[in-house]
């Protein structure tokens, strides 16, 4: 019987740990800093430093290594050992608190998106104490942030905890002026629903698209997708039961709360949902996350694609961001309570977060903006490209009656009607959920379905902070000069439904009427990565960073770059793999299919047989019309993507790119694909989708 207590964080350099190693006042005065930030004294460090490497080294490590999260959407690590020269020939121990707080990666070779060049090389990452370090592959990995020797952000993580005070800073205001004199701190909480595919590992290595890019570039639809519907939820085969188990060990030993696994809607699609925990915490046990499905999956002979659009005509892979606030007295500043309408804390901040996203509907689309999540946005359960809020009719009703002026009226929540009289009674909730909406409220959280399954969940959670952080600090500078606190509140809330209802929207987001009225309501509609991102350095978007000190002007500026060169590096690698599979495999696999058939006819022919139009003879020139197209659209394909390469200008070759090279990628597809329905098995030079959606 598995002792899930002995198991989880058994990794992990955690507070438990923290207390039986260190003195209590060294403990004392290192949660205080983790608590409540400031500077830590070298003698915490130092004491800090000899109990973990102590810890880390009867888990089995010899390293130890800063482990960040540059812009690469990964995470990085320079691994150094715990031995130093004695002088004498042999080794002693040195791990330090300077080794601890500080490291020096290069900086000049991630992305920066011109901030450093080559010759300006000098980084630094520093210890973020509050998340916990862990060992993983016998080193000892300590999380920190990542900055430029002139001080630029260049990882994920350092805006992410910047937002996080932010947001948390502004809310105990609003707590406190609503009475609450036993709360602290205020916790951002987030929890990441991640989905993902298994397929068998050697048909993964027979598909150069799959290796090199990590999704289909040519497929035909097989005779089964997923219309049959009986994948979700269905039951585990023994392969992937067997990986699912060895994934929730592996993560419940570095900490990660691995919680919920079920079936996805696509064939040999899964998902894995964590327990909540805090905004940091929480992006980098996603990073963990994803890391470790890959490693499992080959143990297993399988291969964990993370790509949001793996194949198409099924659904794509997401990671749903689930994201709230709390108090350190564990109260969710989002529950409603027995009674919403009167409790004027939660409408406020209900309408802190509305506001947010109609005013920052651009930068939640661009948090989540990618090439391949462009593949993926708009239908089979992701949500359209098309930011709006689900808040359901119960709360939309009482937040529309008291900014009116008048209450709610409060409806009994319904038994639940089952007519089986041995199951036992439960209530209704009272609104359903709508799994089409962008930006959904589920009970007492919101749900932020458009991230792809790849992306890191710190950006999206950045502009989710800083967006609420800013609208709570407009209500907190009203109120804290209120006459009538009562009074103002409720003006606060008929304002804000007022000005941006438009956000709200409880219906069907796949509907041709909501294209329709969401352009009426002057909603952004952003199609693409590029038309998002072309908008991130826009006034009030480098006003909004500015004000609550999440980026400067170059920090926004140079991460519009990375992500633009990023979506065209891509596209440019898919392109390049796509005429390559066509030379190399495809063209020569329906070339000799043909030869096949036509001598096939000939040896017919030259017995005296008749042969038929319709047979080899009318498919020798159906294939050979095809392969003379096919030629053609992959020709093009390489001339746009010579010219895309040649496009110095950062947003024109983006531009390009979306606009012309993967218009003509999508027609060489279409063609291969269509060879692919006529060209025998035993010719067809990768596996079928057929073949990779059901063999595990």
């Not at 006042?25 to 003698?43: Q, S, T, W």
């Not at 990671?319 to 350190?328: E, G």
């Not at 900014?403 to 009674?425: F, I, L, N, R």
């Not at 009318?618 to 001339?639: H, N, P, S, T």
Request: glycine share 6%; proline share 4%.
């Amino acid at each position: 019987m598995t002792n899930f207590t002995d198991i989880f964080g058994s990794m992990v350099f955690n507070k438990d740990v923290m207390r039986q190693r260190l003195a209590p006042d060294i403990f004392e005065r290192l949660e205080d800093v983790m608590d409540n930030g400031g500077e830590m004294d070298p003698d915490v460090a130092n004491a800090v430093a000899e109990a973990m490497m102590k810890w880390a080294m009867e888990k089995g490590a010899t390293h130890y290594t800063h482990w960040f999260q540059p812009m690469t959407g990964i995470t990085a690590e320079k691994h150094d050992s715990f031995i130093q020269p004695d002088g004498e020939g042999g080794v002693g121990l040195d791990f330090r608190g300077k080794h601890l707080i500080k490291g020096e990666p290069d900086a000049s070779s991630f992305p920066s998106g011109g901030l450093r060049a080559t010759f300006e090389a000098r980084g630094y990452t520093a210890w973020d104490p509050t998340s916990f370090a862990f060992v993983k592959d016998g080193s000892l990995c300590i999380p920190t942030v990542f900055c430029s020797h002139s001080g630029e952000v260049l990882d994920k993580k350092t805006p992410l905890l910047r937002s996080t005070e932010a947001v948390c800073k502004e809310a105990l205001r609003i707590v406190r002026l609503f009475g609450d004199t036993e709360t602290k701190r205020i916790i951002a909480t987030a929890g990441a629903e991640q989905e993902y595919f298994l397929i068998d590992r050697n048909l993964f290595n027979k598909r150069e698209d799959l290796v090199v890019t990590g999704r289909t570039l040519f497929g035909a639809a097989p005779p089964k997708g997923q219309e049959m519907e009986d994948h979700y939820f269905g039951t585990l085969r023994p392969r992937v039961a067997e990986f699912m188990r060895d994934l929730d060990t592996e993560l419940w030993k570095l900490g990660v709360y691995a919680k919920t696994k079920h079936n996805e809607v696509a064939p040999s699609q899964h998902e894995l949902a964590p327990g909540y925990s805090r905004v940091n915490l929480a992006a980098d046990h996603n990073q963990i996350t994803m890391e470790i499905m890959k490693k499992v999956a080959e143990r297993h002979g399988l291969a964990c694609l993370l790509h949001e659009k793996p194949f198409r005509g099924v659904n794509g892979s997401g990671k749903h961001n689930n994201w709230s606030l709390a108090t350190d007295t564990g109260k969710n500043l989002f529950s409603p309570g027995k009674e919403p309408e009167t409790n004027r804390q939660f409408l406020l901040f209900m309408c802190a977060v509305i506001r947010a996203v109609d005013e920052n509907q651009d930068l939640l689309r661009i948090s989540v903006a990618t090439a391949g999540n462009d593949r993926r946005l708009g239908g089979s359960e992701a949500p359209p490209a098309v930011i709006s809020m689900f808040l359901g009719d119960y709360i939309t009703n009482i937040l529309t009656s008291v900014g009116e002026g008048h209450g709610a009226k409060q409806t009994a929540a319904e038994k639940m009607e089952t007519g089986v009289s041995s199951v036992p009674e439960f209530l209704k909730d009272k609104s359903d959920r709508n799994r089409t909406s962008p930006f959904a409220f589920t009970g007492n959280k919101f749900e932020f379905r458009m991230p792809g399954s790849s992306v890191s969940i710190a950006c999206p959670n950045v502009m989710i902070n800083t967006g609420v952080a800013d609208a709570l600090r407009d209500f907190a500078e009203r109120l804290e000069k209120a006459d009538d606190f009562d009074s103002e509140v409720n003006i606060l809330i008929a304002e804000t439904m007022q000005k941006h209802k438009r956000i709200i929207f409880n219906g069907n987001n796949y509907s041709e009427e909501w294209a329709e009225e969401a352009k009426k309501r002057g909603l952004c509609c952003y199609n693409t990565a590029v038309d998002a991102l072309e908008h991130y350095t826009d006034e009030k978007n480098l006003a909004l960073f500015a004000r609550h000190k999440i980026y400067t002007e170059s920090e926004v500026c140079s991460r519009q770059e990375i992500m633009l060169e990023n979506y065209s590096k891509v596209i440019i690698i898919e392109a390049s793999t796509m005429a390559d599979m066509v030379r190399k495999d495809i063209m020569p696999a329906c070339l000799a299919f043909e030869k096949s058939l036509a001598e096939t006819a000939a040896a017919k022919k030259a017995i005296g047989l008749e042969v038929a139009e319709s047979t080899e003879v009318g498919l020798v020139k159906k294939i050979d019309f095809l392969c003379r197209e096919l030629e053609k659209r992959v020709a093009l394909v390489e001339a746009r993507t010579a010219k895309a390469k040649g496009i110095a200008e950062t947003a024109e070759q983006a531009r390009y790119i979306c606009d012309e090279l993967y218009v003509t990628m999508h027609d060489l597809r279409a063609v291969a694909d269509e060879l692919e329905t006529i060209v025998s098995d035993e010719f067809w030079p990768v596996p079928a989708y057929r073949d990779l959606l059901f063999s595990v």
